[in-house]
């Protein structure tokens, strides 16, 4: 698809409030949806984006509204969205446009489109707009981007599967993660590392988690239900894990060492990162002496996240959140970034931001 067409009906000028001052805002085209917002959970990329800490991406580009886990109800659709009528719950992510065009927007994978995904918030979209996230009463976006709610799946414990839930479910997937009887380690203990448990217990496997703080014991193995629990800075503790373990997720963000890990992983197995150290380093042994592999995975593609929707719906996964209102959210953030939480916080836009 041409960037002309995806731009036809996108873009208008509408005045805002009865000063008549005119500015550009989004129209709904023919394949988009109309979203009124109920939910939007809050991920540690707000944190990062609204203070400018990924330059790397070209940079946060203010005035900045957050937010890319978005749940809500449809309000409008165009005249070719026929993937949802008005009334549907649906969910956002974290990207809103790609080429559709190349390899892997044919696998429907658009987030590792070869030509640079758009994303939810702070992106410069095919139109030249700058895009606006969830912390918002509404949200237009093109239909192939929202996934499917199922009605009795409440929407403001939805809001976190769309960014922390696709995170760990889709290299899980890939890494064929969903057969019983292998065994999981989790690094981290937050928003995806509770999810990252939950998924792995329901494909019937067993769980370990790691961590530095013995204050997440009890929650992981009497709430969550983690088969084992390991003070990771115990060598003694990690010494007893040695080569037991097929599958390794790392959600850890802080800077940490990974040889100790890679020891823990069986013959041919797999340590996958999804939280965003400053640096990865180890040695080539651990990696040549067991036939072993360090991965990296974003979050996930639009047809796997659907899917990933629906297995929480039909076997009762749901986030455990803390519900806020707008107002909260500064200090919401600066719990987050302590880690203050457990172990999503979503906000309630819909009773909140009027």
């Known amino acids: 698809m041409s960037s002309d067409e995806r731009m036809e009906e996108c873009v208008g000028w509408a005045a805002r409030d009865p000063s008549g001052f005119l500015s550009p805002y989004k129209v709904v085209g023919s394949d988009d949806v109309s979203v009124k917002i109920t939910h939007c959970g809050v991920c540690y990329a707000d944190v990062a984006w609204t203070r400018d800490k990924l330059g790397g991406f070209g940079g946060s580009k203010y005035p900045l509204v957050p937010g890319h886990e978005i749940v809500g109800i449809v309000k409008e659709v165009g005249s070719n969205a026929q993937a949802f009528k008005v009334g549907d719950h649906v969910g956002v992510g974290t990207l809103v446009n790609s ?8 696998m429907y994978m658009d987030v590792y489109c070869s030509e640079g995904v758009v994303r939810t918030f702070s992106s410069v979209d095919v139109d030249g707009t700058i895009t606006k996230g969830g912390y918002s009463t509404f949200i237009v976006v093109h239909q192939r981007y929202c996934s499917r709610i199922p009605d009795v799946y409440p929407l403001p414990l ?9 995170t760990v479910y889709s290299p899980m997937m890939r890494h064929k993660m969903n057969e019983p009887g292998k065994s999981l380690g989790v690094i981290g203990l937050g928003g995806l590392g509770h999810l990252a448990v939950k998924f792995g217990k329901a494909f019937g496997l067993s769980v370990t988690v790691f961590s530095t703080s013995l204050s997440k014991k009890d929650e992981a193995l009497n709430k969550l239900g983690a088969d084992g629990f390991v003070i990771s800075s115990d060598e003694e503790q990690m010494k007893a894990m040695a080569k037991s373990l097929d599958f390794i997720i790392d959600t850890a963000s802080g800077d940490h060492p990974f040889d100790p890990y890679m020891s823990l992983l069986k013959t041919g197995g797999t340590l996958v990162l999804v939280g965003v150290p400053t640096q990865v380093k180890l040695s080539p042994i651990s990696l040549i002496s067991g036939m072993k592999s360090i991965s990296g995975s974003a979050t996930g593609g639009i047809k796997e996240r659907q899917e990933m929707v629906d297995f929480c719906a039909a076997h009762s996964i749901y986030p455990d959140v803390e519900i806020i209102p707008i107002q909260y959210i500064n200090e919401a953030l600066e719990r987050l970034i302590k880690g203050d939480v457990k172990y999503r916080f979503v906000i309630d836009i819909e009773n909140s931001l009027k």
């Open 99 to 106: 080429c559709r065009d190349c390899e892997y927007c044919n």
């Open 158 to 166: 939805a809001a976190p599967l769309l960014c922390a839930g696709i």
